[in-house]
């Protein structure tokens, strides 16, 4: 196949556009709009953006906590201070109006390396989802791509059978000229009124075909298809044989990264359960000015700087625990990874399979093809001097109508293989130059 072939036959249906106002699209121009306006591809990019604000809070812990308190109210007291001075030590109540005034600030010097562990592990998260988004624009991207093609099918498909239909409305024009004449048979005239109706009908039968394309066309892009240009020919980006192209997706393919990222994340998250294993310094500040406290009257100021080390020497087991749970958390996402390692084996293999089978096959379409064409020609030469019947003719025009449209759909097929394989290593997008939303891009890059 070449390129040549598919834009001579995507050519044949250029008017059949919807609007002449509406300018022609593209196969990237497509692409684009539908990665643009994609909702499944809207809730990858929430989900991204929404993981990444876990990294800030994460690094929050970073700096200083400040707190400011204040408090006004009543206050009854009796405490050995009320009943200072009292010789028989009887029980004295003291009321006052009491008020409180406070500032902390507490600054995190050593948390178990806490704080960085979780910082690393939303920053593979974000990662993870960000590859997430790659990788649902590549999918969605293969939609949009099977949709514009099958709208050129179908077109084209619609044109043979117009073209079929006008063979079989000259055949009969001939034959009932031969009927007015008397050199016709009725019966010949009632057959080639029947494979004309038949002709009629797959006409009818693929304006139905195409009317669906289109139909399915605008649920995907978005919009009606108008003067769809020919797509453009990837075959320079298929890789030279399977275990390249398997080696290509197995680097480059976005949902094994994200599975990749989310082994990292399991990691940070087991480095976060051993914090508990390590004590927990503090840098505390605090000023205090209160008024008539516990029975006190007056003023009552407290100004403090302290260093605090907290260490949890026993917990029931809990943080031991909870550090086995990482670690089968870390199996676990290694468990996905392996898994979308062979989907991802699996996917390019079907697709290259996919590509050789109609590959293979183009040669024997199109010789049919050709053949059905020349066969049809001599068959109308032989039948105008008498030595094909009808029958033989009325054959010969249905096989060679069947013939282009298996050829027709042999081309689409091959093109929509190769697109197929870009999919399954990753680069469709790439390969067509859609701008992919910015939230596909991993941190680290």
Same mark, same amino acid.
């Given at each position: 196949?070449?390129?040549?072939?598919?834009?001579?036959?995507?050519?044949?249906?250029?008017?059949?556009?919807?609007?002449?106002?509406?300018?022609?699209? $593209?196969?990237?121009?497509?692409?684009?709009? $539908?990665?643009? /306006?994609?909702?499944?591809?809207?809730?990858a990019k929430s989900e991204r953006l929404a993981v990444e604000q876990e990294i800030d809070q994460a690094k929050s812990n970073y700096f200083p906590?400040?707190?400011?308190?204040?408090?006004?109210?009543?206050?009854?007291?009796?405490?050995p201070v009320t009943r200072r001075g009292n010789p028989d030590g009887?029980?004295? @109540?003291?009321?006052?109006?009491? $008020? /409180?005034?406070?500032?902390?600030?507490?600054?995190m010097l050593f948390d178990g390396f806490a704080t960085h562990s979780e910082v690393k592990r939303h920053r593979a998260r974000t990662d993870a989802r960000a590859y997430t988004v790659f990788g649902q624009s590549e999918i969605t991207a293969l939609g949009a791509v099977e949709a514009y093609i099958n709208v050129l099918r179908r077109q084209d498909l619609l044109q043979l059978a117009k073209e079929n239909l006008a063979i079989h409305q000259q055949t009969n024009d001939q034959i009932a000229l031969r009927a007015e004449r008397g050199v016709g048979k009725k019966a010949d005239a009632q057959q080639s009124l029947g494979r004309l109706a038949l002709a009629e009908t797959n006409v009818k039968s693929e304006e139905g075909n195409l009317y669906d394309a289109e139909t399915a066309y605008q649920r995907i892009i978005g919009v009606l298809p108008n003067q769809l240009e020919p797509a453009p020919d990837p075959i320079d980006n298929i890789p030279e044989n399977l275990d390249a192209a398997i080696e290509e997706a197995i680097n480059n393919?976005?949902?094994?990264?994200?599975?990749?990222?989310?082994?990292?994340?399991?990691?940070a998250q087991h480095e976060t359960a051993a914090s508990p294993y390590y004590p927990r310094v503090?840098?505390?500040?605090?000023?205090?000015?209160?008024?008539?406290?516990?029975?006190?009257?007056?003023?009552? /100021?407290?100004?403090?700087?302290?260093?605090?080390?907290?260490?949890?020497?026993?917990?029931?087991?809990?943080?031991?625990?909870?550090?086995? /749970?990482?670690?089968?958390?870390?199996?676990?996402?290694?468990?996905?990874?392996?898994?979308?390692?062979?989907?991802?084996?699996?996917?390019?293999?079907?697709?290259?399979?996919?590509?050789?089978?109609?590959?293979?096959?183009?040669?024997?379409?199109?010789?049919?093809?050709?053949?059905?064409?020349?066969?049809?020609?001599?068959?109308q030469g032989q039948f105008n001097i008498g030595q094909?019947?009808?029958?033989?003719?009325?054959?010969?025009?249905?096989?060679?109508?069947?013939?282009?449209?298996?050829?027709? @759909?042999?081309?689409?097929?091959?093109?929509?293989?190769?697109?197929?394989?870009?999919?399954?290593?990753?680069?469709?997008?790439?390969?067509?130059?859609?701008?992919?939303?910015k939230e596909a891009l991993p941190l680290r890059k």
């Open positions: 196949m070449t390129v040549s072939d598919i834009i001579k036959i995507s050519c044949i249906s250029a008017g059949l556009a919807f609007s002449a106002n509406i300018s022609a699209q $593209t196969l990237p121009g497509a692409v684009q709009l $539908t990665i643009d /306006e994609n909702p499944e591809i809207q809730t906590s400040v707190d400011l308190g204040a408090g006004y109210g009543y206050e009854r007291s009796n405490n009887k029980k004295r @109540n003291v009321d006052y109006d009491r $008020t /409180e005034l406070s500032a902390n600030l507490r600054q393919h976005p949902i094994l990264k994200s599975a990749n990222s989310d082994i990292e994340s399991a990691f503090d840098l505390e500040a605090g000023y205090s000015w209160n008024n008539n406290l516990d029975g006190i009257p007056d003023k009552n /100021e407290d100004l403090t700087a302290m260093v605090r080390m907290q260490w949890n020497i026993f917990k029931g087991g809990k943080d031991k625990a909870r550090r086995n /749970e990482t670690a089968y958390r870390i199996n676990h996402a290694k468990n996905i990874r392996d898994n979308t390692y062979r989907q991802v084996v699996e996917s390019m293999r079907l697709s290259w399979v996919a590509y050789q089978t109609v590959k293979n096959q183009m040669v024997f379409f199109k010789r049919h093809s050709d053949a059905s064409v020349k066969t049809n020609k001599a068959y094909r019947t009808l029958l033989d003719l009325l054959d010969s025009a249905n096989e060679m109508f069947q013939a282009k449209s298996a050829y027709v @759909n042999s081309l689409y097929d091959q093109q929509f293989a190769m697109y197929r394989i870009l999919t399954s290593k990753g680069t469709l997008n790439q390969f067509l130059a859609v701008k992919l939303p």
